[in-house]
């Protein structure tokens, strides 16, 4: 028999029972649903935080001063080995592979100015951290190289704290107060947002380091220093190179370890995407269990299904269908029943994505690829719970059908 | 006149096992059968009268014994070679005419085609339609059976037999559930069929029914007891007696 005659049979028996055939299908229907729901909220989880890692810069490059340890007892971070505005300058000097390099220094402080005063991080950079973090400028322009061997006294504010200090205003050319020392504000950065963490990463201040360090804190240790490559398949390379020039710089001998750390985004975010993944599988196992509740809800019905007609098995059988014809019709019914019941739980899965995340303002992502998995696992949830129905209609005996009442 | 056997069976005897009792519903059938022939099998409840038609219909296996059918050996044939030859050479009518509900009579008729796997691409439409045509249901084609009066659903079951051109039309009392009238119509439409050249078995329990045929072959308790030729009435109303019915020998 061929396959489009096969369906129209399929779809003529199931149309036939409307009611039951609905109720059967809100099993999958559910199922799909929930798992599509579930999904999309994993999925959004993780597609925020990727968002995030990404705005901390492209291919950036971390190094911080490493704990060290002496006969197994840790000392702690940054007993050891601090960084140096020559590291920066070591790395920037000898490194192929990276092509901007930026020291970190920060400063806990409060500005004041415009609508009155603001308790935020002052954090001294190069000029290349614009570069590092890709981060674009909302008004204005970031400081310039001779401005930080000038260690001027210019400041481009995050977007979060020209918001609290200048509402709706271009601040630049204006003035702020941080420690009694006047500074021009120069520039204001488009926000960037949360971290994954919750910081809010535009409530920040850059100045030159040279100028936080001589003029506005008196702090001259580096925290960290920041690098990036132009394309990321360098990072792993430039992490190496980074920690081979430091060790140089720090005359740290063969044996020693290194005494600071060397990471990447990557590694930064591992953990919490392995979090979000996890979470993700769960919810998805979770949303799972009612998939195959409504693949037994199938199974039961078709089961009714194949005593109710028994005595149409027999007509089958006595007109000539074999035993395969029938057992193929049954099992085309179970899988246009679940599949009919997958796409329409693909929709309202779609459609409950976009509710929740209207409602929750949760990140929600609906991929083709969970549509296709969904769609394929409820085909396969329909061969699986109809297999054992169409088996036992199939070897029905066609003499007994036939008398059955 | 060349007789054409159509169907032959020798010495076939069914078994049934029930417990630990042996029941002999056949005890060494020997037909034969020619095409064109109509014939009714009649007996008693109990006399091996559907044990015979399964196994003629190829329902069902004989213990012993052999079956021709239309030039085929149907020893050892698997339950799809069986269902095959359901298919394409035997036309069942049955007494409760086995419709398929909320299906339309053309769909019903159109269903043998459907499990046709012999033939190449045929008008499975085209030649349903020709098949409910010719048993007069040219405009009920969209009617499904419960639309339909019993007479009617008799006939579309018919028409569904006679679609796949049968080599046999096989019909279990077919005029069992209908009343007289409507009886008279469908052993009419048998009548007329067996004119054209069909080979009809009717397996009843009513005279009446048996004497519109040619030859009836009475079974009792397993064996068939009388096998006799005999000139065929035209199907008519028992209570009306009319002597002037002209009786048509029916010999092609």
């Known amino acids: ?405 | 006149m060349h007789h054409e056997t159509v169907m032959r069976t020798e010495g076939l005897t069914k078994v049934y096992t029930m417990g630990k009792t042996e029941v002999h519903a056949l005890q060494g059938i020997n037909l034969s059968v020619d095409r064109g022939e109509m014939i009714a099998i009649v007996g008693a409840s109990g006399s091996g009268k559907s044990t015979l038609m399964n196994i003629i219909g190829c329902l069902d296996y004989p213990t012993s014994g052999t079956y021709h059918l239309d030039g085929v050996q149907l020893q050892n044939l698997s339950r799809n070679q069986l269902a095959d030859i359901r298919n394409s050479k035997i036309g069942f009518v049955f007494q409760g005419f086995n419709l398929l509900a909320r299906t339309s009579a053309l769909e019903n008729v159109e269903l043998p085609l459907l499990y046709d796997r012999s033939r190449q691409k045929i008008a499975i439409r085209k030649t349903a339609e020709e098949a409910l045509e010719r048993v007069g249901l040219g405009d009920r084609m969209d009617h499904e059976p419960n639309e339909l009066s019993g007479g009617q659903q008799q006939r579309v079951a018919i028409a569904r037999a006679l679609v796949t051109n049968p080599s046999i039309l096989l019909a279990d009392e077919p005029t069992g559930n209908l009343d007289t009238k409507t009886s008279v119509e469908v052993l009419t439409l048998f009548q007329e069929l067996h004119d054209q050249g069909m080979t009809v078995l009717l397996i009843t329990h009513e005279s009446d029914v048996a004497n519109c045929t040619q030859r009836i072959i009475e079974l009792r308790d397993g064996k068939i007891v009388v096998d006799k030729r005999i000139e065929p009435v035209k199907a008519h109303m028992t209570t009306v007696t009319d002597e002037s019915e002209e009786t048509t020998p029916a010999f092609t």
Do not use: C
């Not at chain 1, 399929?10 to 799909?32: D, E, F, P, Y």
């Not at chain 1, 959004?44 to 911080?64: E, F, H, K, P, Y």
């Not at chain 1, 394309?231 to 390379?237: F, I, K, L, Q």
């Not at chain 1, 169409?390 to 008398?403: C, D, M, V």
């Open chain 1, 1 to 405: 028999m061929k396959g489009s005659t096969l369906i129209k049979i399929a779809s003529q028996s199931i149309l036939k029972n409307k009611m039951r055939t609905m109720l059967t299908m809100l099993g999958i229907v559910i199922g799909v649903g929930a798992v599509i729901v579930m999904v999309a909220i994993g999925q959004g989880a993780q597609s925020q935080i990727q968002d995030q890692i990404n705005s901390l810069g492209t291919n950036m490059i971390v190094v911080t001063p490493g704990s060290s340890r002496q006969g197994g007892v840790s000392r702690g971070a940054q007993t050891y080995n601090r960084l140096t505005i020559k590291d920066a300058e070591k790395i920037k000097r000898e490194s192929l592979f990276v092509s901007a390099v930026s020291p970190v220094v920060f400063s806990r402080t409060q500005v004041i100015g415009g609508q009155g005063n603001w308790r935020t991080t002052i954090n001294g950079v190069s000029t290349d951290y614009q570069i590092i973090r890709n981060w674009d400028l909302k008004y204005g322009r970031f400081f310039d190289q001779s401005e930080l061997r000038q260690m001027r006294r210019v400041m481009v504010l995050g977007h979060t704290v020209a918001e609290n200090l200048f509402p709706e205003e271009d601040p630049v050319g204006l003035t702020v107060q941080v420690r009694n020392v006047p500074v021009e504000i120069i520039g204001v950065l488009e926000p960037k947002g949360q971290t994954a963490s919750g910081n809010d990463q535009d409530d920040v201040v850059f100045a030159p380091y040279t100028t936080v360090q001589t003029r506005l804190s008196g702090w001259s240790r580096i925290f960290q220093i920041l690098a990036s490559t132009p394309s990321s398949r360098d990072v792993p390379a430039a992490q190496e190179e980074i920690r081979l020039i430091m060790r140089e710089s720090h005359g740290i001998s063969r044996f020693a370890e290194d005494g600071f750390t060397v990471r990447n985004q990557n590694d930064l975010a591992e953990t919490e995407q392995g979090t979000t993944e996890v979470m993700t599988m769960l919810l998805a196992a979770i949303a799972s269990i009612s998939l195959l509740v409504g693949g037994i809800g199938i199974m039961n019905i078709m089961l009714v299904s194949v005593t109710e007609r028994t005595r149409e098995i027999g007509i089958r059988m006595a007109i000539g269908a074999r035993g395969r014809d029938v057992m193929t019709q049954f099992l085309v019914e179970s899988i246009v029943m679940s599949l009919l019941g997958g796409l329409i739980g693909v929709g309202i899965g779609f459609a409950g994505s976009s509710i929740l995340s209207q409602l929750t303002g949760w990140n929600t992502v609906t991929s083709p690829t969970t549509v296709m998995i969904a769609l394929a696992f409820s085909a396969g949830v329909g061969i699986f719970f109809g297999f054992y129905p169409a088996r036992k209609a199939a070897a029905l005996n066609p003499i007994q059908a036939l008398r059955h009442e």
